[in-house]
């Protein structure tokens, strides 16, 4: 069976708009062994959605349509998708005693337009929306399943765990998908891609894509077998043969975020840390915590921005700046043994550089970056000079920052 | 003239990728008066796509397709527009030219398969891709225009816009369409709608949006008119009426983030800021120095995630914490007036709270945070109760700090 998604809305037509529900739908599907092989987008207008409904009863298996389920007369998917099947549409007492007693408990009265939520095609089922007032529905054609799911994420998803999920899972006939991500660090793309091609062109099942975000790269390899075992049986010999290719630059096989890896190692060695950070301008702690529970490692730090507060808070002796420069190797060792100093954490961090996009020189461009780690054994410094513009810069100077603790705390 | 955009791509039906370029190619196509009634995304698949295809020219006077044009077997865009429009592809050694020239300049022998670049269906014109190998393609099939362009975003984007758009804009002839964005911060949702659903419910043109982004909200006005001037005309009365609706909630109506409005008062006025955070842990001072040129006005902070650096670098009195706990009010206020005076900025803000999912209680649950704002004036501490998970919480006090300070340096 193969699916496809028909995302309805006139706002997802904007250029400020993207269907995500899309992302969430094909992830569960997918595990379930279905392929999406369509998404559409469509404005809120009837006969566009019935053209796009025809052209689509006759390719797919499964059809998801989301929006579109909601009380305005803009909220047109129950009357196309009961006009194109030619079933007419009939008020179920159930759902409007539900929309009643909804309404009744916010102290607001029904409007006769709420009213059409209580409508569903002859022969169809509903779906109950837990977390808002449009039902679902649920329809059987022939041997294509036409499913309505409302728009909002948090509606959507609730009703299709709870709803559609147990019932897919059922004629779901087509195996199953496993995907396993690895995540790398401190390898260019074309890089990861040079050492793995040869291995994982080798493969069509699993399928392996290469992800670059910002500041780490992802690679998905997917798996499709007639069960989960089997699936992650197909997924072993490429990851590991991967693993071994890439070495210590991949940094998690289960999902988890650079900083939580950091994280998980500092817990484990019994560590903590401190950092003093001018150019990230506290995107190293921010990150750090994003993390639940990590005031059990990370102790804090300071933002220095000024060259006042590069000796104020972390300790860096005036004389150091006006000698070097406050982008320097030794500004970046001393404000490394300065938080630590201060802070009593195990783990020093000091991050100085230019982000640009003013600031920059001949000698000391935009994107120098000096990264330094003290800690009970010494100090280590590390130059740097990330492309790209600010933001990146930032960002890839927290990302070997991050990477610089996870080595050493691990080693 | 209708448009619709077909992006091409497996990996664009996989849960982790959207297909971002429509989003450009909206914003640039509206900009010339022409609406995007459809968007399809379909795999790298022959059949599928002429489908696709087949039924966009039954409906679309402008069919865009994205991705596609690569050298490899999976790269199928070319063949299938030749085949649906039935005209046989030619090789144009001007582009064969090209190609050689490319990778003779970077040391490489080009593949046959790069020769399929050089295919172009016949009556067609062809684009320079200044950025990549894959040129694109600009076909006049009767009353309908095909144009399709590579799917890396920086090699589509410049293709767009120095190849298209202006050939566009020669046959637009639907008016211009004028976008203006009123951001709004310190009221829900839905009280921003409940003021101004009645005012802009009056309008067809302009059409009202309303976006809700994690800590702000965004208010779409979109008019179509015949000139620029004339849609700014008809924005402008909406627009009016929005702002004295909203007063001043509204914090930008040229597309500023908060950080950059506070960051031009505080230039403007001359000040300067530095911050104590503790459960924001940095995001604050990460969100002020986005802005380039912010050290202009932001000193930079001190993140006290351990009790032990609120004292030792915001100067909070150890007993200030142990008789009211981190989270309250008096080790906000002291965290505030603490790096006022040790980075002698003249505003300082300390952020106190508790971002979850843990180390909430009764008296104090997560979501609970105080800000304080110090300045010559005296000291002003706020309680706030944010709603979410720990992202929401850091994301909403972040944007209370901001708002705080917009207000007072404002006033």
Redo the contacts between chains.
Sequence with gaps: MDAEIIAVGS??????????NS??L??KL?ALGI?????????D?RE?LA??LR?ALG?SGLIVLTGGLGPTEDDVNRDVVAEVLARPLREVPEIRQQLEKRFARVGRTMSANNLRQALVPEGADWLENKNGTAPGLWIEQGETLIVLLPGPPWELEAMFESACLPRLAQRATGGRIV?RVLKVVGLPESEVDRRIAPIYREYRNPAT?I?ATLGSI?I?L?ARAASDAEAEALLAPLADKIEVALGDNIYSTKGESLEEIVGMFLMMKQKTM??A?SC???????R???T????NY?????????N??KT??AGVPEVLIKENGAVSKPVAQAMAEGIRR???ASIGIGVTGIA???GGSAEKPVGLVFIALADEHGTQVREFRFPGN??RV?LWASTAALEMIRRRVRD
């Design positions: 706002e997802l037509l904007t250029p400020q708009r993207l269907d995500t992302l969430f094909t992830d997918n392929e999406v092989r369509f998404k559409t987008v469509v404005g207008d566009r053209s796009v052209a390719r995907t894509t992800l992802e998905h997917r401190a950092a950070e990230t301008g506290g995107l190293l702690a921010e750090l915590t994003r639940p529970g990590s005031s990370f102790l804090g730090g300071a933002i220095c921005y000024s006042e507060l104020k808070l201060r802070s009593g640009g996009p003013g600010r933001e930032r």
